[in-house]
C-alpha cells in the first residue's frame, strides 16, 4: 500500500501550508525557481549531512512569511518570505535552520506520533493538503475544518528547546558550507517586534518559530563565535538568489512594477527574463516573445529559458512554436518533471493524433519523476484518453481526484478504472490504492 501511504503522507506535507484554519493554499511549481533553490540548498544540505538529492526544496504560494518542515525530505518556503529577503545568505541561513530540525530528528518524533493516532482527523488534514497541492481550494478549505488547527499543534508548532537547537545547529551548517552565519541573525530581524502584536496579526513563522531576546542573543553570539572563518565567494549563490526572486516576484508582482525594476537586475538575462514576464502578463505577447529571444540570445544553453519561452508561446496559443521552444528545452534538461510536463502538454495542445502518443510518452516520464503534479496527472489522463487507453485515462483521473481531495469522484474512476486494467498489474493497483484511500476518508 506504498501508494496510497503516499497520497496520505503528500497530502499532510502540503495541507500544513494553510497557516489559519479553513485556509488552503498550494505549491508554486516552476522548473527555474526550484533549479535555483536546490543550487542554493546543496551546501547547506550537505553540511547538514542530508542528501540534497532526497530533501527537495518547494515554494510556497503564500505571501506571508514562513518557511517549515514537516516531514524528512521537503523544506517549504513561502513565497512572502523569500520575495522579502535580502541576499542568498540569508535564505541559505532560512534552509540551514529548516534542515536542522530535519537533521535533529525534531520531524520525525511528529510524524511517528501522527502515524500512531490514525484518526479520521489526522486523514481529514491530509486529505486538506492534497487538496491544497493541487489548488483545489474550496475543496481544502472544507475537509480542513476542524482538523487543521490540532494538526499544526503537533507538526508545525516548535518549542523554544527545538528552535535553540536548530539555531545553533544550522550556524554551523553555514559556517560548513562557507556562508555568512551572520545572516541567521539577520533574518529574525526581519521579525522583530512580532511577540508584541496580536497572533492574529503575526507573520506564520512568528507564530510556529518562538521569538524571543534570548534567542536573538544566543544566536548573534554563536555567529560572533564562527566570525573569522573562511568564506566561499557568494557570487554564484547571489546570482541563483536573484533569479529566481527576479521570476517570482515577475510571476507574482503587477507586470508595471516589474518593469520599473527591471532595469536594477543584479545581471542582464535575469533583467530580461523578469521583462519577459512582465510583458506576458500586461498581455503582449510579441514584447515577450523578443525579449525572450534576446535571453536566448545570451544563454542558448540554458533550458530554464526555453522553456519559459515554450510556456510564454503556449498561453499565448502559439501552440506548434511553443512544442518546438519545450522539446530543445528538454533536449537540454532530459530528467526535469516540470519540463517534460510542460512539453506534453504543449504537444497536447496541438490536437494532432501525431502527436498523442509522443505527449503519452512524455507525460509518463515526467510522471515517474513527480507523482504528486496534478497538471501532470490531468495531462496524462487526457493523453491516455486519445490513445485508445480508456484504464489508464481512469486511473490518472483517479489519482488526480485523490489529490484534490474528492474522493467518491477518485473511486468512481478507480472502480472504472479496475474494470479496465489487467487484475494484478501495477496500474491496477494503484486504482485499488485509491480506493482503499477513499473508504478510509471520513464521510
Known sequence: MRHAARLVMLSVILSICASLPARAVGLLRDPDIEHALTQLGTPVLNAAGLSPSRVQILLVDDQSLNAFVVDANHIFIHAGLLARLDSAAQLQSVIAHEAAHIANGHMARRLGNLRTARTAAGLGVALAVAAAASGAGSAAAGLAVGTQSSAQRVLFSHTRAEESSADQSGVRYLVSAGVDPAAASEVLDIFRGQEALSVSNQDPYARTHPLTRDRQRALDGYAAAYADRPKTDPTTANYFFARAQGKLTAFTRAPSWTLRRAKSSATEDIRLMREAVAHHRKPDP???IATIDKLIALRPDDPFVHELRGQILLESRNFAAAANAYGKAVSLAPNN????????????????????????????????????????LRDLGQAYARVGQ?????LATAERYALSGRLQDAAIHANRASGLLARGSSPWQRAQDVLTAAKAAPK
Request: net charge positive.
Open 337 to 376: 518533471a516540470l519540463i517534460l510536463g510542460g512539453y506534453g502538454r504543449a504537444l497536447l495542445a496541438l490536437g494532432q493524433a501525431q502527436y498523442d502518443r509522443k505527449a503519452q510518452e512524455v507525460l509518463e516520464r515526467a510522471r515517474s519523476r513527480d507523482s504528486a503534479d496534478a497538471r501532470i
Open 286 to 288: 510579441k514584447k515577450a
Open 390 to 394: 480508456p484504464g489508464l485515462a481512469s
